[in-house]
């Protein structure tokens, strides 16, 4: 099974709002409201912010809002903070199988 | 609070087999929750291992299924991987994990580095 497909990258300067893709099939993002986004900072363990698609942990600012479309999920950052430059990963049901995309390295210009 | 720790060898020889444990606190595992493990090669993304159900039943990526053993102990609240015949391309950070059930993950340890090396 391939990997989840993301950007490897994406930018945004303070304030700003950004979108982040999960692109999978209708065997997986498409056929389960199982999705979870994490950030990843260098060296740390990841950490959920996102997760049956839309719902947000205890803690997670509401800046932090997931959606999903057919075989698409998507992460949306706004008003963008230094703090949110990370790497973010993207994690859904497949059945009999978790699977994960590849990872976005986000940068705060 | 829930924490998770991986224990085990920070080096293996290459057609050995890897063993890690994670030790389980702030909840018990004989509850519904699924556990789970998932590596990261340095500079790469997360690779889903496999998962473990508090009632044993196994959930593994295909690609390492031939290879991977998840096993469960509620009596010591911890939960272990088994990766066998490993090469260099298995050295990676491994983490265990809670998993809600849905086959990703919200609670994580903070993983610990294998390298697969003579």
């Known amino acids: 099974q391939s990997a989840l497909t993301q950007p490897r990258s994406v930018s945004g300067s303070p304030g700003q709002s950004v979108t982040i893709s999960c692109t999978g099939t209708s065997s997986d993002v498409g056929a389960y409201n199982y999705v979870s986004w994490y950030q990843q900072h260098p060296g740390k363990a990841p950490k959920l912010m996102i997760y049956d698609v839309s719902k947000r942990p205890s803690g997670v600012p509401d800046r932090f809002s997931g959606s999903k479309s057919g075989n698409t999920a998507s992460l949306t950052i706004s008003g963008l903070q230094a703090e949110d430059e990370a790497d973010y990963h993207c994690?859904?049901?497949?059945?009999?199988?978790?699977?994960f995309g590849g990872g976005t390295k986000l940068t705060v210009l | 609070q829930v924490q998770l720790q991986e224990s085990g060898p920070g080096l293996v020889k290459p057609s050995e087999t890897l063993s890690l444990s994670c030790s389980v606190s702030?909840?018990?595992?004989?509850?519904?929750?699924?556990e789970g493990w998932i590596r990261q090669p340095p500079g790469k993304g997360l690779e889903w291992i496999g998962s473990?159900?508090?009632?044993?039943?196994?959930f593994y990526n295909p690609s390492l299924k031939s290879r991977v053993t998840i096993s469960i102990d509620t009596s010591k609240n911890q939960f272990s991987l088994k990766l066998n015949s490993v090469t260099a391309a298995d050295t990676a950070v491994y983490y265990c994990a809670r998993d809600t059930g849905g086959l990703c993950h919200d609670y994580w340890g903070q993983g610990t580095l294998v390298t697969v090396s003579s």
């Open positions: 994690c859904s049901h497949a059945g009999s199988y978790g699977i």
């Open positions: 473990i159900s508090h009632s044993g039943s196994t």
């Open positions: 702030g909840y018990s595992i004989s509850s519904n929750y699924f």
